[in-house]
C-alpha cells in the first residue's frame, strides 16, 4: 500500500466497476445507483442515490438477491446482503472488473 498511487488507482478501479454495473443494469432498464469510497462499494436498486438508512431499506431488497444469486451462479461473489459492503482489492485486475461486468451485464438480462 505504500507504492506510489496505491490508494488512486484502487479508487480509480473501484470507480470503473461501480460506473459500469450502473451503465449495464440501465442498458436493461434496471435503476441501480452505486456509492464508493476507495475500494469500498455498496450497490442498490433504485433510481435516487443512498445516502440514509431510510433510502437504503427501500431499495429493492428482492432484486438484489436476485442478481446476487444469479452473479453467484456466473462466479462472482458478492456480499451476500444488499447492506453490506463490497471491497476491491489490489489483487482485482482490469480483467476481473471486465469478467465481472460481462457476467453483470447476463444477470441483468435475466432479472
Known sequence: IS???FHADLAARTQRLCDGLVVAAQET?????????GGMF????TDETVTTYAQAVACDIERFKAFFHGMLAEGVYLAPS???AGFLSSAHTEEDIEATLAAA???FVRI
Open 3 to 5: 507504492t506510489p498511487r
Open 105 to 107: 451485464r447476463w444477470v
Open 29 to 37: 432498464g434496471i435503476s441501480l445507483t452505486a456509492n464508493h469510497v
Open 42 to 45: 455498496g450497490i442498490f436498486f
Open 82 to 84: 444488499a447492506f453490506e
